[in-house]
């Protein structure tokens, strides 16, 4: 019980304590503790759910594999960036709801929705803490207050609360198919007795179609799927660095988390080729897109932003082909995805602070400006574009050969089509950053050790899991694929 | 105490046509404070309706879920827009793309839309027509008032709409989602007005306007 409420518990509790702590300083320190906790909650919780395979607290709280595998990589993502926020956050002025105080209890509170959606056992809670991430984030999104993040804060609350109640939708016309099927009426949202009970809902094959469908659309929005991104580039790229990396790295794979459940439940009902040809569809039209719009960036953090469109694709691809193997790929890619583009976008905020913004066409001399900062991006940038030996070249490989293996040839041609355009997109537009002289900075600025060794961290670990899966690591990703695929 | 079980029938009868002449009004009308009050009594009649069909068909969960609408969707959330265009003082008008006459057509044409949309489900669900209907209509006329208003406010007005129709949908089929879930997505919305309302403010600061059609600056 006190095990999957302890992970939800810690991070209420340190959002009111750092919003007490008022002197300088204070919040800063209250945080960094409250994460070490946390961090530790998470580890026992995930370590508990190994032992058990699924763990149950109260009737509406569970985790499985699956589950246990997201809450690693957000636990870690979080905590990625949390260390770099420290730094990060010394030349926050103090505002109304834009102190450095807010900014951790807003974050902590983003974390407790994303662990909520985790640990959720039922579809309605479900979406309601979906809908609450939105909430917890917009204003970390309009943090700086200017005229671009009072937009694109304003963009995301409206457009997600859309793109979700969609989302509702879907989960109301579920609970109806359930319902008209038998399934007893309290437990009709609880998606381990809609997963059990999948071959029930046969009859109402044309609602539970109409449910995917909505929910594909909802939670798609929040992935970021293609063509309802229009919210991603503009909340990526207007939010302070350490919240992009979470919208990045944690939020999106938060709402695929959404969408893979439902899935399984309605893998389970039609069989798998209705849903996976949707979010095969999703996912090459995202890839595509996003491919040709990097080409035509002119803001690093929106370039940042519109690879994650295509990375989320990418994983979409993976899950639509629906195969172990596939879905082994698809889990990994998302998880590669998370430290390589925390890592860049720690990068991207580096530059920002030294630069005065992440304009492409401005920032120039990188390499003698910020020399770890610019490691860090080529190595991040290399990882993203897929090239060995970072993580993703491997996820990605694992991909495209199932996409062979299943047949699906016209797809494989358009992703690798689109990994080349991707790469020497992100070759032109990197590049030019590096070299030549750098302008005098603003304001003093010197980069802070611990988020350069937070940006060396995740590079490590992208490096690591291109060459070698640890065997922890493999059992993880295995015990989330049999939830997928029983 | 037959009577009373007759009102509770005759209101649920009369509900649809109460909600599509209420969201036939809020095309047509200008001004924000009227629509507020417009989505109030529209909240209202969905909470009647939950009342009468806790009567009806003996269930207790409605009379709480018929509790929390009033207190957050008659009372809370109308209270706060209010609130919000009384503290902008900007012109009362809600403009709008289309002028009140073309509204309220086009809405004309998405009522007859809804009753065509929902008939092959009709008889698969065996519900009312006419409230299946009324619940589509209604998310339908949430949607053209995002579209055409220009407005912050209206624009969240019209999603709060939307989701009363979704809402309507999910009493008309299943007598709604269980308990916990109902409270949930009302604490999501109130918190959700809230900030929009923390934002209609910023942009009015950092903008000195709430056309939201003016905010152009982040593109492609």
């Known amino acids: 019980m006190l095990t999957l409420l302890l992970p939800l518990l810690v991070p209420l509790l340190a959002a009111v304590a750092v919003l007490a702590a008022r002197r300088p300083g204070a919040a800063a320190r209250v945080a960094g503790t409250a994460g070490v906790l946390e961090l530790a909650a998470i580890a026992h919780a995930v370590i508990r759910i190994h032992l058990a395979g699924v763990l149950q607290a109260g009737p509406y709280l569970r985790a499985d594999g699956l589950s246990a595998f997201f809450l690693v990589s957000i636990g870690l993502v979080f905590a990625f960036a949390l260390a770099y926020s420290?730094?990060?956050?010394?030349?926050?002025?103090?505002?109304?709801?834009?102190?450095?105080?807010?900014?951790?209890?807003?974050?902590?509170?983003f974390l407790f929705t994303m662990l909520a959606v985790y640990l959720s056992a039922n579809l309605g809670l479900l979406w309601i803490f979906m809908e609450a991430t939105t909430l917890a984030s917009a204003l970390l999104v309009g943090f700086y207050n200017t005229e671009g993040a009072v937009e694109a804060g304003w963009k995301y609350l409206m457009v997600c609360t859309v793109g979700i109640a969609f989302a509702l939708f879907g989960t109301i016309v579920l609970y109806l198919a359930a319902v008209r099927s038998g399934v007893a009426g309290p437990q009709a949202l609880d998606w381990a007795v809609l997963q059990a009970a999948a071959v029930r809902l046969r009859p109402a094959a044309d609602l539970v179609k109409l449910a995917f469908v909505f929910?594909?659309?909802?939670?798609?929005?929040?992935?970021?799927?293609?063509?309802?991104?229009?919210?991603l580039p503009d909340a990526h790229a207007e939010a302070p660095s350490p919240i992009s990396a979470l919208l990045s790295a944690g939020l999106l794979n938060c709402a695929l988390y959404a969408l893979l459940r439902f899935n399984a439940i309605v893998g389970g009902a039609l069989g798998p080729d209705f849903s996976h040809r949707i979010l095969l569809g999703f996912g090459v039209l995202s890839l595509l897109l996003a491919a040709l719009l990097i080409v035509v960036q002119r803001d690093l953090k929106r370039l940042l932003a519109?690879?994650?469109?295509?990375?989320?694709?990418?994983?979409?691809?993976?899950?639509?082909?629906g195969t172990p193997l596939a879905l082994f790929g698809a889990l990994l890619h998302l998880f590669n995805h998370s430290l390589a583009k925390s890592l860049l976008f720690f990068a991207a905020g580096n530059i920002r602070e030294r630069y005065g913004n992440a304009s492409l066409d401005e920032v120039r001399g990188l390499a003698q400006a910020l020399p770890g900062t610019s490691v860090g991006l080529v190595a991040g940038g290399l990882a993203i574009a897929g090239l060995p030996p970072f993580g993703l070249f491997l996820s990605e490989f694992i991909i495209l050969s199932a996409l062979f293996a299943t047949g699906h040839y016209v797809v494989a041609v358009v992703v690798l089509a689109s990994f080349s355009v991707v790469f020497a997109a992100l070759l032109h537009h990197v590049q030019p950053l590096l070299a030549g002289v750098a302008p005098a900075p603003e304001r003093s600025f010197r980069t802070w050790w611990p988020g350069l060794a937070v940006m060396g961290v995740c590079g490590l670990c992208l490096l690591v899991l291109g060459v070698h899966l640890p065997a922890a690591f493999s059992r993880l990703l295995n015990a989330a694929v049999a939830v997928l695929r029983p | 105490m037959g009577w009373i079980d007759a009102v509770a029938a005759n209101l649920l009868a009369s509900s649809a046509g109460l909600l599509l002449i209420l969201a036939l009004l809020m095309a047509a009308t200008t001004r924000a404070r009227t629509c507020i009050l417009l989505f109030g009594l529209q909240s209202a009649v969905i909470a009647a309706q939950i009342a009468a069909l806790a009567r009806l068909h003996h269930f207790a969960e409605g009379w709480a879920v018929a509790a929390l609408v009033v207190v957050v969707k008659v009372v809370a959330i109308p209270w706060v827009l209010l609130r919000i265009t009384t503290a902008l003082q900007t012109t009362p008008i809600a403009a709008a793309a289309i002028g009140p006459t073309a509204s309220v057509f086009v809405g004309s044409g998405l009522i007859l839309l809804s009753f065509a949309v929902v008939r092959p489900y009709v008889a698969e669900l065996g519900v009312d027509p006419a409230r299946l209907a009324a619940a589509v209509a209604v998310v339908l006329i949430g949607g053209l008032l995002m579209v055409t208003r220009r407005k912050a406010l209206m624009q969240v007005l019209g999603l709060l709409v939307l989701e009363n129709g979704i809402f309507l949908a999910a009493l008309t089929t299943t007598l709604g989602m269980p308990l916990v879930v109902e409270i949930g997505i009302s604490f999501d919305l109130l918190m959700w007005v809230f900030l929009m309302g923390l934002f209609v403010f910023r942009i009015r600061d950092t903008f000195d306007h709430v056309d939201v059609s003016r905010l152009r600056r982040l593109r492609g």
């Open chain 1, 86 to 109: 420290i730094g990060y956050l010394r030349h926050i002025p103090a505002g109304r709801f834009s102190s450095p105080r807010w900014f951790y209890a807003l974050a902590f509170l």
């Open chain 1, 306 to 321: 519109y690879s994650s469109i295509e990375h989320m694709g990418v994983a979409a691809i993976g899950v639509g082909v």
């Open chain 1, 215 to 231: 929910a594909a659309v909802g939670y798609g929005t929040k992935v970021g799927f293609a063509p309802m991104h229009h919210w």
